[in-house]
Each structure stands twice: as C-alpha cells, then as structure tokens.
C-alpha cells in the first residue's frame, strides 16, 4: 500500500528514486523526512524522487536480523523482498529500495545492490541514515557511519564526475544475488561516440559486469546473414546454403559439358572409364560442396560474431538498450571460449558490436588541471604494452595515453577492469605466494530439516540451483564450508595463503552417477540406515526381492557427466588464471593449494588443465569425490594428493551402511593406495548414505598428525 509519494526537485541535477517499505506498522517517519532529504540532496546535486509503502505482509513476515554479515541477502530478507515485488510493486533496475525494520539500529546492505535494509526505529536521523545507506550502496569507500556527512556528499559527488552514472544494470532482485563479477572471459563495455571518434562525457567508458559469455544478435537487418537456425552454438543463415547452391550449379553444368566432352571421344568399349569419370565427378561434387559449406561457415563466425549493427533499435540510450540486450530473445547467449572485450558503442544515434582483444588502448587529453577534455580508443591487442614493458596479456586491461591539450606526451598508465590504476604493479617485486582454491561440490536447495522446510526451499528455489556459473569468488560465496565448524578456516590457518578463492563446482544430479533426483531419491529411501549393534547389512531388501546392500549404490560411471563438470571447469580455470595475472606471468612462481568436495573434484580437474604450467601444483585435498574413477592425477605433479572417504571395498572396507551413497567412493586414478584415508573407528556414528558425504564430518582430517601422510601441514 502506498503510503504517500512526492518529488525533491533540485534543478536539472542527477534523479534518483527512493522507495521506502515499511516492514512494521509501527514505524513512524519524520514529518521533515522530505525537507531533510531535499537538503542532503541539494548538496550531493541530487534530485531524489521519495515514496513509502507499507509491506502487504507486514506482520507476517519472518524476523529480520540486521546482524548478518554473509555476502548475500538472508531467506528471510529475500522473502520480504520477494513478496514486495511480486505482490504490490514491479521493481525498476535503477531504483533504491529501503526496507525498513523494527530494529533501533543497524542496517545490511551489499555494495553494488539497490536494496538495503535499515533499522526504522533508529533514534539517529532517518534521513541520514537513508543517505548513508545509499551512499555505502553506490559505492563511498570506508564506514560510511563513521564519516561526517559532508565527506559522504563529496565522496558521492566525486563518483559521479570521475565515472559513467551507475545505473544498476546487473540485477539487484536475482536468485543468486551474483554482483558485478571481477571475472569472466567477456568483458563488456559500453560508450557513446561523438563524430569524431571521441567518447561522449561525461558519461565516458561504462563498465558493468563480466560474464562468461558474449551475446549474439539474431534480429540483424541483411538477410542473408539472418540466422534462421541457431542450437547448440550453431548459427545458419541464407547465405549458407546460397553459396553451396551456387557452387553446386556451377559444378552440375560443367559436370555436364565434361560428360558431353567424354561421350565423344570415348568408344564404346570403354564406358568402365566413363562410369568411372562419372562417379569421380560426383565425389568431387559433393567434396566441393563440403568446402564451400564450411569455408563459408568460417567467413560468417568472423563476420556475424565479431561485429553488428543494432540499427532496429534506433536512438535509445544505453539504459535502455542494456535492457534490451540482457532480456530480449533477439540477443542469444554465446559460451567464450577465450578472453576477449565485447564493446558496444553508440555511433550517430545508433548503436552497434566489436568483439576486441584483451588490452584497449585509450588516447586521453587533459587540461593544465588535470581535467579530462577528450578520450579516444586507439587500437585493441593481446599484448600489454607500457613504457619498456611487453608481454602477452592475459586478462582484461586498458591503457591510457595521456595528453597535454598541447599535444605533449604525459604518461601512459594501466587500469584494470575495476578501474584500478596498477600500473606500479609491473615495477614491484613479485615474491612467491600460496593460492588456495575451494571448490564446492553440489548445492541442494535444502539443508535439512523438516519435511515442511524441505518443501518450501523447493518451491522457493526448485527442485535444483541452476548449474555453476564458473566465476570465481572471493569469500564463501555459498555458505558451503564456513558454517559447518569454519571448515575453510582450519584449511587457512594450517596452510597460511597469501591468497583465497572459492570456486563453485555444482552441477545437476543428472551428471551423477545417480543420472537423476528420482534416482537419487529411491535409492536414498530404500538404502539400510545404520546398524544398532552388529551389522547385519550385508544384505538388504530391494525392489527385486533380497540382494547384497552395496548392489544397490550407483557404482557404474558416468563419463558425459564427470565430463561435462570437468569441461565446466576449465572456464573457471581460465577466470582464476585472470585473477592470478593481472601482471602476465605473475603466477609463474606461485604454489597452488586446493580442496575439493565431491562434484568439485572432476570441476577441478578442469581448472587444472587449464592452470598446469602457470603455477606450482603443491598440495591437492579430495574429499568424497563423486565418480572419482572416472579422472586422474599426475602424482608427478604435486608435492602431495590426498583421498578422503568411505572405503566400501577392499581390506579397509567399512560395512555397506555406513558407505557414502550420495558419492558412493572409488579410488582416484594415479593415486596409491596408502595416499587414501577414511574415517577414524570413534566416527562411525557418523557415517551413513549421507553423513558419510557431509563435509562438516570430515573435521578428522585435521587430527591426523602432522607426520603422517594425509595431514594438513602447518605452513
């Protein structure tokens, strides 16, 4: 229910739109809110557009607590979130939205996102703490709490002359709550050119978001290069099968003049050669078309992918046409499979595509001030050239050549994709550092509980996430290890690295060897739980009447599977080697550590392939993984590789009820039997088809003692 709405006009200054939803009825706002709020705002040159609603579910909705220091929106935030938008209000992507509740302080909000929740009751100012809270959103460096509210207002004054206006163009209402990646094969960015080549400012170079995938635009004016098939990255157009056809009728006439030409000077005692001319003819026919078919495939990647027009869209601005771009069907999808730039710039009111390589370069003229007049893209190349220095690039980079207004040659200086000067980077020593990799296994909807909380996390979220997006994180991304004991901690705390990620290894359960959740289910529902006493397991009943209890545990390996995980993580792997090399060849000298959890361990494998030879392999840690037999390790290649799991076979075998039956173990390929490590005897409760699985069990690994092989050594 809207409450009241009204407009803080201050000039033709930058519009902002606050809307404030009331999560308690007994909130009461300052009748000054407005006047408060307009003050503030003047002095940020900004117009802020301010409305209030009360909650349709207030006082039915779960508790909030503000005290959350996770990196993404807690249930009971994305609930009242959810039923804001889906019941009374249709979200705008660059709108902030305040969320207001019972508490007397306290906020939580994620730099990047557009929604924040604050204490309504706070006794501080509302006004300035909403300002604040918008302020820390957009991005001001530091507590903004801690800042008088005069260094908030220049901060965000500063923000607003030194980069593009940020419209949230990445999504803030998501499932995933993904901000704005740091890595990604595809950079994207977007400008507007004047006539002359340079960048319109001040809006200048926008920078969003990285994704591991470019866009390819279906709605292309030329019909010829129209795709009317695309499946699987495969794109036909007209000109495909013009071109054969053209070539096969040139081909079917002088096929004909050929077979007129033999007809008179072959005798009839030899029609053996002329059949025989003939059947050549036709291979050479269709070999021909064949050629023609993919040399003119080739020719059209290079044309259609690499460049377009979006001249159906006419003079849109780039809000608008990032909307359209990031939601239209016309706009499709495309996997990279190498790092590059995807530009799109706005060129006499129409915009258009260019797939560039890794480095761009910028002229820049500035003033006797320092003040920017003019930017210009010079070139794009694979190759970071700065000063003396020249290497093979191999992440995202821009180079700025800065002018005087005189034409004076000033410095040249090197950005990052984030916009961070790290040009000093490349004069600095680089010292060894230990990188450690979590990689995740499958994420489940629910994490236990009852049947009623199971229910509702599917319905929430279905009956699986969505497959990895193969980025690569900075903290635990997915509460996957920290809440079980602080799992990735004790591997931190033994290992002391310089340096940690968390990659996502999830995928569905059909790349199991499960095949299925239905699958996964029954035999979850049928397998023995454990023995009381004495195991009597041994056999059990199933859907065929009484058979061995292991029989019933999905042993036989799915490749495509294991596969598909393995392929998923290369494209990780190519994301951490970016995050690695800012400076090109900074990795050559550092040690790789990495932990795996089932799915993770083929997921691994993947980013491996892509990492050997840029780093030093030193310790690799696999616990339960899922078809283990299905990969390798190159013992040779690592200082130590450990398997953690259940043993269902062989002289260390544990009874089949306590084997690990979501990831029924085998033995890793290349890897002795003495580098295997199971449970301790006092664990065995807990063991089971789950437990036996659950990392938060596998706390053991750190009691093992630091001289005995599978140990996490103190570094």
């Known amino acids: 229910m809207l409450l009241w709405c009204t407009d803080i006009s201050v000039y033709s200054q930058k519009e902002v739109q606050f809307h404030v939803v009331l999560l308690d009825k007994k909130i009461t706002l300052s009748k000054n809110l407005v006047k408060e709020l307009k003050t503030v705002g003047h002095k940020a040159k900004l117009t802020i557009s301010l409305d209030v609603f009360v909650h349709p579910l207030v006082g039915k909705l779960a508790p909030i607590s503000l005290a959350d220091n996770r990196p993404y929106f807690s249930t009971s935030m994305?609930?009242?979130?959810?039923?804001?938008?889906n019941n009374s209000h249709k979200k705008r992507g660059s709108d902030y939205y305040f969320f207001l509740t019972k508490d007397t302080t306290g906020r939580f909000l994620i730099p990047g996102k557009n929604l924040i929740f604050l204490g309504g009751n706070s006794v501080d100012n509302i006004s300035e703490s909403l300002f604040r809270a918008y302020g820390a959103a957009r991005g001001v460096q530091r507590e903004t709490d801690s800042l008088v509210l005069d260094s908030v207002v220049f901060q965000l004054i500063r923000l607003d002359s030194l980069q593009s206006p940020m419209e949230r163009t990445y999504p803030f209402h998501d499932d995933t709550e993904n901000l704005a990646s740091t890595n990604g094969l595809v950079a994207y960015a977007f400008w507007e050119q004047n006539t002359d080549g340079t960048l319109v400012l001040p809006q200048g170079l926008k920078l969003p978001f990285k994704r591991n995938f470019g866009k390819v635009n279906l709605?292309?004016?030329?019909?010829?290069?129209?795709?009317?098939?695309?499946?699987?990255?495969?794109?036909?157009?007209?000109?495909?099968?013009?071109?054969v056809f053209l070539v096969l009728f040139i081909m079917l006439i002088l096929r004909k003049k050929v077979n007129e030409r033999a007809d008179k000077v072959f005798h009839v005692h030899t029609k053996r050669a002329l059949r025989l001319l003939r059947t050549v003819l036709w291979l050479l026919f269709f070999v021909v078309g064949y050629l023609v078919f993919w040399s003119t495939d080739a020719l059209y990647k290079h044309m259609f992918f690499n460049s377009t027009q979006y001249n159906h869209l006419?003079?849109?601005?780039?809000?608008?046409?990032?909307?359209?771009?990031?939601?239209?069907?016309?706009?499709?999808?495309?996997?990279?499979?190498?790092?590059?730039?995807?530009?799109?710039?706005?060129?006499?009111?129409?915009?258009?595509?260019?797939?560039?390589?890794?480095?761009?370069?910028?002229?820049?003229?500035?003033?006797?001030?320092?003040?920017?007049?003019?930017?210009?893209?010079?070139?794009?190349?694979?190759?970071?050239?700065?000063?003396?220095?020249?290497?093979?690039?191999?992440?995202?980079?821009?180079?700025?050549?800065?002018?005087?207004?005189?034409?004076?040659?000033?410095?040249?200086?090197?950005?990052?994709?984030?916009?961070?000067?790290?040009?000093?980077?490349?004069?600095?020593?680089?010292?060894?550092?230990r990188i450690l990799v979590f990689v995740n296994g499958y994420r489940p909807v629910s994490q236990g509980g009852t049947?009623?909380?199971?229910?509702?996390?599917?319905?929430?979220?279905?009956?699986?996430?969505?497959?990895?997006?193969?980025?690569?994180?900075?903290?635990?991304?997915?509460?996957?290890?920290?809440?079980?004991?602080?799992?990735?901690?004790?591997?931190?705390?033994?290992?002391?690295p310089n340096e940690v990620?968390?990659?996502?290894?999830?995928?569905?359960?059909?790349?199991?060897?499960?095949?299925?959740?239905?699958?996964?289910?029954?035999?979850?529902?049928?397998?023995?739980?454990?023995?009381?006493?004495?195991?009597?397991?041994e056999f059990s009943d199933n859907s065929q009447g009484k058979g061995k209890t292991l029989a019933q545990l999905p042993f036989k390996s799915n490749k495509a599977g294991f596969n598909l995980r393995r392929s998923n993580g290369r494209i990780a792997g190519r994301n951490l080697l970016q995050l690695l090399n800012e400076v090109p060849g900074q990795s050559n000298n550092d040690s790789l550590f990495i932990v795996a959890h089932s799915m993770g361990y083929a997921y691994t494998l993947g980013m491996l392939e892509v990492l050997k030879g840029s780093c030093h392999f030193n310790a690799f840690y696999i616990i339960a993984p899922e078809n283990a037999e299905a990969g390798?390790?190159?013992?040779?290649?690592?200082?130590?590789?450990?398997?953690?799991?259940?043993?269902?076979?062989?002289?260390?075998?544990?009874?089949?009820?306590?084997?690990?039956?979501?990831?029924?173990?085998?033995?890793?390929?290349?890897?002795?039997?003495?580098?295997?490590?199971t449970f301790p005897l006092d664990y065995e409760r807990k063991m089971g088809f789950t437990k036996s699985h659950f990392i938060g069990y596998y706390d053991w690994i750190f009691s093992l003692p630091s001289w005995q092989k599978g140990s996490v050594k103190q570094h």
């Open 451 to 496: 049947a009623e909380q199971a229910l509702a996390s599917i319905q929430k979220n279905g009956v699986e996430f969505s497959n990895s997006k193969n980025i690569c994180y900075n903290d635990d991304r997915f509460n996957y290890w920290r809440p079980w004991g602080g799992f990735d901690l004790r591997f931190i705390e033994r290992i002391h």
């Open 219 to 243: 709605a292309v004016d030329n019909y010829w290069l129209r795709p009317f098939y695309s499946a699987n990255n495969r794109f036909l157009a007209p000109i495909h099968f013009a071109l």
């Open 632 to 677: 390798a390790v190159n013992m040779s290649q690592w200082n130590e590789v450990y398997q953690y799991g259940s043993f269902p076979f062989g002289p260390l075998r544990q009874a089949p009820c306590l084997q690990d039956g979501v990831a029924p173990q085998t033995a890793v390929k290349g890897l002795p039997n003495e580098n295997r490590f």
């Open 78 to 85: 994305r609930q009242s979130r959810d039923a804001f938008f």
């Open 314 to 433: 006419g003079n849109i601005n780039t809000p608008r046409f990032m909307q359209y771009l990031f939601s239209s069907n016309s706009a499709l999808d495309q996997p990279a499979n190498s790092v590059y730039w995807e530009i799109y710039l706005k060129e006499k009111g129409l915009w258009k595509m260019k797939r560039m390589k890794k480095v761009l370069y910028f002229k820049v003229v500035v003033d006797s001030l320092g003040r920017r007049k003019s930017t210009r893209l010079l070139y794009d190349s694979d190759k970071l050239h700065c000063d003396k220095y020249v290497q093979q690039a191999q992440t995202h980079l821009m180079v700025y050549h800065y002018y005087s207004d005189r034409g004076v040659f000033l410095n040249s200086r090197v950005y990052n994709y984030s916009r961070s000067d790290i040009t000093r980077k490349f004069t600095l020593p680089d010292p060894p550092k």
């Open 501 to 537: 990620y968390y990659a996502d290894g999830h995928h569905a359960v059909a790349t199991s060897n499960h095949r299925s959740i239905l699958n996964f289910v029954q035999t979850a529902t049928n397998y023995p739980k454990p023995c009381h006493g004495p195991h009597h397991c």
